[in-house]
């Protein structure tokens, strides 16, 4: 890998060859707008909205899909630029719901709030689930859109609500393909793809067939890479925004996936696989994204110590617990006493009962379920 | 692992995820990767769509077998045979690397001897795959290097596990595929922690760090570590102590997060040991059907409640971190069973944190030594990590085997302990699927993962669900010489003619009421993958 040097707006940026423009803006600090692009996925060149002027070379190429050469001279916002970028989102906006995203009040308003410009509550970011992570919001901010002057053909799909966890809203659709593709080309299962032609173009099943009559495999990852809130988590879907988040260690299978958990209020909001990691890159499966908030949170979780009398539970404390259990334990002979440990626990969790199985009754009579 | 143990010196995954799909060849042997494992698999596809050949060999055609170069059906229980007649064609068409062999392995010449026995005749008729497939996939994996092996519980879990294991580290050395990237011998560890259960010693003969008992040296650091008279006598496996307790000898059981009656062989003597059992302490995150038996029932905080560490297949350790205050009045494992402790007055568990737990654990287990809660913040280690300036080892074997040289084991063909017969014509083989997990007592509660798969089904193919007289949906009933259990008929072609296939998940249609308690004689493990049934219309 040699390096190469290239200027993006004045500023010379060094970087390894087979970066793209985009890639070398962005190590640079250089916001380029997009929305088809996505770092796990291939380059697209679909939304039109990273196009970049370079000297000596035709047209207006797309950054996403340019490789960086030697010596290139990028400018990444010329008014010309700004100006084309602006009829295009116009394009996308014209199918999407758009009086919030062209209103100078949006981050004012509350989803209680009455619009003064009586904007339908279907129709409002304010009640959209991705409102303030949502990219295309960001992109319009970016360019700068007060008004849409083309003719808005909204589609006005009903909501896909057929499978357990994730809602499909088509009427949020942008048609980035971000989706298709991650099915297609980091999944290997490819259950989506766009269906139809021309303006009825949507991603979807083949003939339209359920998920469940489809290859889908639950996994989530065309929800995580969908810019607008078309994709969502259904049990999130009327949480807003988290309170903070914490890097934590799936406890399903021994592939060992890095996830983000989502928290609001005291409760597990969301579960996001981490991408920068060495492990899972971003993915996860159908247990790790979905079935994991649902078990922490589950009413049936043991919350009290609990002492069998007369072949019954009674609630106990603490202390009544460990009292009953020391002395019983003690009375037995040592060797009549063994000890399971559990590969579902921690690696101190194991370390403590090892050394307690060990210490307390000098023998070796502890195993976990490893073989199983 | 005794298996990697015995001729590599240590037992686990020799490689890293990382670097899966720089492979230029994948045998997966006993793994149904994209449902137990889906994010490998993916991985696997990825080395797929750079143009590496995948061999797949399974009984069932499993999703990896479209992503597949070849695939080899072999009858379950046959995995020696197959992969001796691998090593035998790669040996008799000269593929072998013998640079390697001479310089960094042993024993190669009684290896060599055994392999007479697996003329490719033979290991035809036993595993039922064509010679030429089988010539066809040993030169693939001889010929495409770097080439890595994955393995899981369909090569471990027989009475012959361990000479499987051995096996796919004969074909690994044999070819000179160890020690170098995107290479190797990888088991594929079933739970989240199985790795780091192991590596921290919940087993009977070693301590932390796989430790023998044994060693007097070893027994003495721990015993002046501890202050306190340890055994060198090593103690009781799971299955073991199942059976102590049943016939009288065990009294007292403390279990910690474990479903024994759904993940032992012959459930119904699981819970029968259990029910005799003069006092039963347990302690999980749910009412679990042992639970159920315990005289005391302690309520444990889940994952998403307590610090920790987790360490997963790769030997990576990462960290699990305290997201919400403990549900109720319960508490993290660890902090209960100090306070057990304490409470008998056993010197030793004042810890405050899992953090000083950690600091004990890298001060006596040498793999361990040199992580820290405070390295971990950057990213988990693999072990070995000796130091704390040691950057963690992503691939074993490098250039010297951990016991020094790779020792090649000479091994012949065992049938599995229970062969269908007369009364119980079939082959019965169990496994995992995607939308659940081990004995269910976490996702069986997800009602998503229950509204897409709420019940027990029974793979079996076309032609003997005819001659049965079953249709796909039927409610049948599956018995063994040990119990039966009820579950719908999935009359599909994924499963091979004469072998039915169960998942493990359900505790209403437990499959291993079913499955046969016979132990590898080695590693103890229960042979899940073959027993013998019969089925008839519920």
């Not at chain 1, 899909?65 to 630029?81: C, E």
């Not at chain 2, 449902?35 to 050949?53: D, Q, S, T």
């Not at chain 2, 291993?512 to 219309?537: G, M, Q, Y």
């Amino acid at each position: 890998m040699g390096e190469i040097t290239l200027t993006i707006d004045g500023q010379e940026i060094e970087v390894d060859t087979g970066v793209t423009v985009l890639g070398a803006a962005q190590q640079a600090g250089i916001y380029i707008p997009t929305l088809c692009y996505h770092p796990d996925l291939t380059p697209y060149g679909a939304c039109r909205l990273c196009l970049v002027e370079i000297e000596n070379m035709r047209g207006l190429p797309a950054s996403c899909a340019t490789p960086a050469t030697n010596g290139m001279v990028v400018r990444t916002k010329t008014p010309q630029l700004q100006e084309f970028r602006r009829g295009v989102l116009e394009l996308m906006l014209s199918e999407h719901p758009h009086p919030c995203l062209t209103c100078w009040r949006r981050e004012r308003c509350g989803p209680f709030d009455i619009c003064l410009r009586s904007v339908d509550i279907t129709q409002r970011c304010v009640t959209c689930p991705k409102n303030g992570t949502c990219e295309l919001q960001e992109v319009v901010d970016y360019i700068g859109i007060e008004n849409v002057e083309l003719p808005s053909t909204l589609r006005g799909l009903p909501i896909d609500r057929e499978n357990p966890f994730f809602e499909r809203d088509y009427n949020l659709c942008i048609l980035c393909g971000r989706c298709v593709r991650v099915c297609q080309e980091v999944r290997g299962v490819g259950a989506i793809a766009f269906t139809s032609r021309g303006s009825e173009t949507l991603p979807g099943t083949a003939f339209g067939h359920a998920l469940r009559d489809s290859d889908c495999r639950y996994c989530g990852a065309c929800v995580d890479v969908c810019p607008t809130g078309a994709l969502i988590e259904r049990r999130r879907k009327y949480e807003g925004l988290p309170d903070t988040r914490v890097t934590t260690t799936c406890p399903y299978c021994g592939v060992g996936c890095q996830l983000e958990l989502e928290l609001k209020d005291g409760h597990i909001m969301e579960v996001l696989p981490l991408r920068d990691n060495d492990v899972n890159h971003g993915q996860a499966c159908v247990k790790g994204r979905f079935g994991i908030t649902e078990v922490v949170h589950h009413p049936d979780r043991l919350t009290t110590p609990l002492i069998k009398k007369n072949g019954k539970f009674e609630g106990a404390t603490w202390d009544e617990a460990l009292e009953l259990i020391a002395s019983k334990l003690s009375g037995f002979k040592k060797n009549e006493v063994v000890v399971i440990s559990s590969a579902k626990c921690t690696n101190e969790d194991n370390y403590v009962v090892q050394k307690f199985t060990r210490t307390g009754f000098g023998h070796n009579n502890v195993d976990h379920c490893a073989r199983l | 692992m005794a298996g990697l143990v015995t001729t590599f010196g240590s037992g686990a995954m020799t490689n890293s995820i990382r670097d899966i799909s720089d492979a230029a060849c994948i045998l997966a042997i006993g793994t149904n990767t994209t449902e137990a494992h889906p994010v490998i698999a993916l991985e696997m596809k990825k080395a797929v769509g750079k143009g590496a050949k995948l061999i797949v060999a399974n009984t069932r055609e499993i999703d990896l077998v479209k992503d597949a170069t070849i695939w080899l059906r072999h009858r379950p229980g046959t995995d020696v045979a197959l992969l001796m007649g691998m090593a035998r064609v790669i040996m008799d068409e000269g593929l072998a690397d013998t640079d390697f062999i001479e310089e960094r392995c042993e024993n190669f010449d009684e290896f060599k001897k055994s392999l007479k026995a697996f003329d490719l005749a033979t290991v035809e008729r036993i595993t039922g795959v064509p010679a030429k497939k089988i010539t066809e996939a040993a030169f693939i994996y001889a010929t495409n290097s770097p080439a890595a092996i994955f393995y899981a519980m369909g090569i471990t879990q027989h009475t012959h596990g361990t000479d499987n294991v051995i096996a796919t580290a004969n074909l690994a050395m044999l070819t000179g595929n160890m020690g170098k990237p995107a290479a190797g011998v990888n088991p594929l560890r079933g739970q989240n922690n199985v790795q780091g259960a192991c590596d921290l010693g919940a087993l009977p003969n070693v301590y932390p760090g796989y430790q023998s008992v044994a060693d007097d040296a070893i027994r003495d650091k721990f015993e002046r570590a501890w202050d306190a008279t340890l055994s060198n006598k090593p103690g009781l496996t799971v299955t073991e102590m199942f059976d102590g307790a049943y016939n009288g000898s065990i009294k007292a059981m403390y279990i910690m997060g474990e479903n024994p009656p759904l993940s032992e062989p012959d459930a119904n003597h699981a819970i029968e040991a259990l029910k005799k059992l003069d006092f039963l302490v347990v302690q999980d995150i749910f009412m679990s059907e042992t639970a159920e038996l315990a005289d005391v029932v302690l309520p444990a905080a889940s994952f998403a409640e307590r610090d920790g560490t987790f360490t997963n297949t790769e030997r990576r350790v990462q960290r699990v971190r305290k997201a919400l205050e403990p549900v109720g009045d319960s508490r993290p494992d660890w902090l209960i069973t100090c306070q057990i402790a304490q409470k008998m007055g056993i010197k030793g568990f004042d810890f405050d944190s899992p953090s000083e737990i950690m600091e004990e654990i890298a001060s006596l287990t040498p793999a361990y030594g040199g992580i820290t809660y405070e390295r971990l913040e950057e990213g988990g280690l693999q072990w070995p990590c000796p130091t704390t300036d040691h950057p963690g080892t992503p691939i074993l074997h490098v250039g010297i085997f951990s016991r020094g040289k790779g020792h090649f084991v000479p091994l012949e063909y065992k049938p599995s302990a229970e062969l269908p017969d007369k009364e119980y014509p079939l082959l019965l083989t169990t496994g995992r699927n995607l939308f659940h997990w081990h004995s269910g007592t976490m996702t069986r509660r997800v009602s998503g993962l229950n509204n897409l798969l709420g019940e027990a089904w029974v793979d079996i193919s076309p032609s003997d669900a005819e001659k049965l007289g079953i249709a796909h949906g039927d409610r049948v009933k599956i018995t063994s010489r040990r119990g039966s259990v009820t579950a719908r008929a999935n009359v599909t072609e994924v499963s091979d003619k004469g072998v039915v296939y169960m998942n493990m998940h359900f505790a209403e249609s437990a499959a291993n009421v079913l499955t046969n308690p016979a132990l590898d004689p080695v590693a103890k493990i229960p042979e899940f993958k073959v027993s013998a049934v019969k089925i008839a219309k519920a």
